[in-house]
């Protein structure tokens, strides 16, 4: 969800997301339609930095 200004943050601890080959989470971000059934948009899949 976002706020009013459209912000949004993801909060995660390291050891949710602990594999031997990977130091982070992947991203992707979605954009559901105000009654959160219809998918309008969808990011390329980003690595996140530590």
Request: hydrophobic fraction near 35%; charged fraction near 30%; aromatic fraction near 6%.
């Given at each position: 969800?976002?706020n009013?200004?459209?912000?949004y943050?993801?909060?995660?601890?390291?050891?949710?997301?602990?594999?031997?080959?990977?130091?982070?989470?992947?991203?992707?971000?979605?954009?559901?339609?105000?009654?959160?059934?219809?998918?309008?948009?969808?990011?390329?899949?980003?690595?996140?930095?530590?």
């Open positions: 969800m976002t009013r200004e459209g912000r943050e993801i909060t995660y601890t390291r050891a949710q997301f602990c594999r031997a080959d990977k130091d982070s989470a992947d991203l992707i971000v979605r954009v559901y339609g105000g009654t959160g059934d219809a998918l309008l948009a969808q990011s390329d899949i980003r690595p996140l930095a530590d």
